[in-house]
């Protein structure tokens, strides 16, 4: 009881408002910014796109499509950052593959024949970190082409049940993509199945997209504005979430996993601003010496790569404002007990 009631005051305040040996020391984390922005500018293909993490075929020429705008997205941070013009101009590459390729721009067969949600949202950032307004207008333009497919969430949700696909984060990156193309009738159905929380196809703990599920859900529906709407169901997914993090092995030892809970616990701010910190440095003691990151697989993903300089930038500045999502005030609390010092950090409890 204590334990929600500890949560819940810190969301109603929020609502209300490498190898170990390079990266040693204090924060760790902007050199891990750069580091990691160069090696994913490296493995930028001379097409601008990226390798996948599975094969995907469009008839008989493998491409990966699919990761495009998820990766890039990274490079935006990284920019936001640095200022250096390579992570720029190297995003700006990845959005001109994007239109020319993809969705309603595709050309012939080797190209994946839509663009995904996170190449909607990408466009719309790269709007407004260039303000060049074309990119906004070419990302609603492929919004309203994804909808011709999907024109409801509701459709979307039963094609993820029909295929036994139990990926929430998914929803959730489409719920932002609505949100930024002003579709507010399908952003207010997507927020409504993420914050389902009696959903065991999403939010069943034998799922193996769990921790990406509560990551992504806390993130969409507090970033897109339905944190005061569905409170008690951001107050659940948040103490599921704590559940999930240690600061000694992030979550599940797998770099995507707690990039996300980073990028989530970023984005409600307050307590949780020092709940990623502690998470974010984890990360950045996971670089390996190229400047990526692997995962325990043995495999080494460039959307993973962009995915955790978006939670490594969103620690040490302001730059979770790129995903107009405004941090709560910081508070002086903690949602995990402090423990003696250079040991991890341990879960809140009702003692």
Do not use: C
């Given at each position: 009881?204590?334990?929600?009631?500890?949560?819940?005051?810190?969301?109603?305040?929020?609502l209300t408002a490498t190898t170990s040996v390079v990266w040693a020391g204090g924060n760790a984390r902007r050199p891990a910014i750069e580091a990691g922005a160069d090696r994913v500018v490296e493995l930028q293909r001379t097409d601008l796109g990226w390798e996948g993490t599975w094969y995907w075929y469009v008839g008989s020429t493998y491409n990966a499509t699919n990761?495009?705008?998820v990766t890039a997205l990274g490079l935006l941070e990284a920019y936001r950052d640095t200022k250096d013009p390579a992570y720029l101009n190297a995003a700006i590459g990845a959005a001109g593959f994007i239109q020319?390729?993809?969705?309603?721009?595709?050309?012939?067969?080797?190209?994946?024949?839509?663009?995904?949600?996170?190449?909607?949202?990408?466009?719309?950032?790269?709007?407004?970190?260039?303000?060049?307004s074309s990119y906004a207008t070419r990302a609603t333009l492929e919004w309203q082409n994804l909808t011709t497919f999907w024109p409801t969430a509701d459709d979307l949700d039963d094609l993820f049940h029909t295929l036994g696909r139990r990926s929430a984060?998914?929803?959730?990156?489409?719920?932002?993509?609505?949100?930024?193309?002003?579709?507010?009738?399908?952003?207010?159905?997507?927020?409504?199945?993420l914050a389902n929380t009696d959903d065991t196809f999403y939010y069943g703990t034998d799922t193996w997209w769990y921790a990406l599920n509560v990551s992504g859900a806390i993130r969409a529906l507090v970033g897109c504005g339905?944190?005061?709407?569905?409170?008690?169901?951001?107050?659940?997914?948040?103490?599921?979430?704590?559940?999930?993090?240690?600061?000694?092995?992030?979550v599940g030892g797998y770099v995507q996993d707690t990039a996300y809970a980073v990028m989530a616990f970023s984005t409600v701010g307050g307590a949780g601003r020092q709940y990623a910190n502690d998470l974010g440095r984890w990360l950045a003691r996971q670089q390996d010496t190229s400047g990526g990151w692997t995962e325990p697989d043995?495999?080494?993903?460039p959307e993973a790569e962009g995915e955790a300089l978006r939670a490594l930038a969103s620690t040490i500045g302001t730059n979770v404002t790129l995903d107009g999502f405004q941090p709560g005030a910081t508070m002086n609390s903690s949602w995990r007990r402090a423990a003696a010092p250079g040991?991890?950090?341990?879960?809140?409890?009702?003692?």
């Open positions: 009881m204590k334990k929600r009631l500890f949560i819940a005051l810190v969301v109603m305040a929020v990761l495009t705008g020319a390729h993809l969705g309603t721009g595709a050309t012939g067969t080797k190209y994946h024949v839509r663009t995904t949600a996170p190449d909607v949202v990408f466009l719309h950032r790269l709007s407004q970190v260039t303000g060049d984060w998914d929803i959730a990156f489409f719920l932002e993509a609505a949100y930024l193309s002003s579709d507010t009738a399908w952003a207010d159905q997507a927020a409504a199945i339905y944190g005061g709407t569905y409170y008690e169901s951001v107050v659940y997914l948040l103490g599921e979430l704590i559940g999930l993090a240690d600061d000694e092995n992030g043995g495999y080494e993903y040991q991890a950090a341990v879960p809140f409890n009702s003692e």
